[in-house]
């Protein structure tokens, strides 16, 4: 069985990145080589939700259905395969001041015995760049998430001085 751990800082607030992650069809924007990850019922998210899921590797495509078996608000979303490509993993999540620490945790297993584990020895280097792609995509997309935000800010404080359009009226007082 093979086991991945990948650690990031991630600059943005622990409730931005956890909700990113949290709604399935922001998956596989970030997630490289993940081809599919949908729903199978109406629970979307949370502990009990369940998806199937497919992996691109090479030509093929491998399949799943992983159960969501552990979720925390801004702290933690864990699953574990029900079917198909053997896996278990967890997302954990901790503010660090206006930032998050991000720890993303995966166990695999290739079957058929000694010939599968050398498969998973010999894949490890691949999946291991796939999935620190993978955390590298998921910090640009929610830091630019954060950095849209103050320039929203910013033109809402230059706009306030301003009348709505249509009155005419100046609202910004002068100077003495």
């Excluded at 409730?15 to 069809?25: K, L, N, S």
């Excluded at 901790?94 to 945790?105: L, M």
């Excluded at 950095?147 to 306030?160: G, Q």
Aim: hydrophobic content about 40%; cysteine-free.
């Amino acid at each position: 069985m093979g086991r991945i751990t990948i650690d990031e800082t991630i600059k943005a607030p622990v409730a931005t990145v956890f909700a990113y992650v949290d709604d399935y069809r922001n998956t596989t924007k970030y997630m490289k080589d993940l081809s599919k990850w949908q729903p199978t019922g109406k629970v979307t998210h949370g502990k009990g939700a369940q998806f199937a899921v497919g992996m691109r590797a090479g030509p093929s495509t491998l399949n799943s259905v992983v159960d969501i078996t552990e979720w925390t608000a801004d702290r933690i979303i864990a699953w574990v395969s029900r079917e198909g490509f053997k896996q278990s993993g967890k997302w954990a999540f901790k503010a660090k001041g206006d930032a998050t620490a991000v720890t993303f945790d995966m166990e695999y297993e290739f079957g058929g015995g000694i010939a599968g584990r050398m498969l998973g020895r010999a894949a490890e280097p691949f999946v291991r760049s796939n999935l620190e792609k993978s955390v590298a995509t998921l910090k640009q997309h929610t830091e630019s998430l954060v950095a849209k935000r103050p320039a929203a800010k910013t033109a809402a404080k230059s706009s306030a001085g301003r009348a709505p359009k249509g009155t005419g009226r100046a609202t910004a007082k002068r100077k003495p």
